[in-house]
T-cell receptor, first 115, second 114 residues
Framework: KQEVTQIPAALSVPEGENLVLNCSFTDSAIYNLQWFRQDPGKGLTSLLLIQSSQREQTSGRLNASLDKSSGRSTLYIAASQPGDSATYLCAVRGGSGGSNYKLTFGKGTLLTVNP | GAGVSQSPSNKVTEKGKDVELRCDPISGHTALYWYRQRLGQGLEFLIYFQGNSAPDKSGLPSDRFSAERTGESVSTLTIQRTQQEDSAVYLC????????????FGPGTRLTVL
């Protein structure tokens, strides 16, 4: 059974700092990995999707990497801003014997960026 | 264009009552998914629709939970005889291609069972 772990559970940083969020998964036979942002009352917003054949994806100040063989992904946020404050979720699609559509989520990292 | 919408946004009900939660996916998305997020827990997969068929219902927690989809569009998640442990945020997502495409999520329905 695929399991996803996110570290740390919570992170508080001053504005302008670069930071890294970590995600690990137990079964490396994934189809892709997705990072989401969750704001209260607004559901999930997809940030980056990395296919299993890719090593990283970039969007603006965000960079996500994927090391499938070791079961790890990182989300790098450059020059953090107070508006980045949210819960960041990592989700993987698939795993040995699993489906190619079901997402397995971590519990998230609650990020607070202080002005 | 319009994103995934869900209604109601909040629902408070008494234990033992039935509730219906609605999801309107993005137009043209053939795949639709329901997830549940209980307090302090990660999102749990409930059910997946491809068109109007549900090839995977493995995440439904009990036979009190059911879901349907019509017209390859709107989906309804029904919980019968609600229990307090059903309290959670229920999230719906849709995608063009279930295999590789991004899943787009709605804002969720917060269900509270008293």
């Amino acid at each position: 059974k695929q399991e996803v772990t996110q570290i740390p559970a919570a992170l508080s940083v001053p504005e302008g700092e670069n930071l890294v969020l970590n995600c690990s998964f137990t079964d490396s036979a994934i189809y892709n990995l997705q990072w989401f942002r969750q704001d209260p009352g607004k559901g999930l917003t997809s940030l980056l999707l990395i296919q299993s054949s890719q090593r990283e994806q970039t969007s603006g100040r965000l960079n996500a990497s994927l090391d499938k063989s070791s079961g790890r992904s990182t989300l790098y946020i450059a020059a953090s801003q107070p508006g980045d404050s949210a819960t960041y979720l990592c989700a993987v699609r698939g795993g040995s014997g699993g489906s190619n559509y079901k997402l397995t989520f971590g519990k998230g990292t609650l990020l607070t960026v202080n002005p | 264009g319009a994103g995934v919408s869900q209604s109601p946004s909040n629902k408070v009900t008494e234990k033992g009552k039935d509730v219906e939660l609605r999801c309107d996916p993005i137009s043209g998305h053939t795949a639709l998914y329901w997830y549940r997020q209980r307090l302090g827990q990660g999102l749990e997969f409930l059910i997946y629709f491809q068109g109007n068929s549900a090839p995977d219902k493995s995440g439904l927690p009990s036979d009190r939970f059911s879901a349907e989809r019509t017209g390859e569009s709107v989906s309804t998640l029904t919980i019968q005889r609600t229990q307090q442990e059903d309290s959670a945020v229920y999230l719906c997502a849709s995608s063009l291609d279930p295999g590789t495409d991004t899943q787009y999520f709605g804002p969720g329905t917060r269900l509270t069972v008293l």
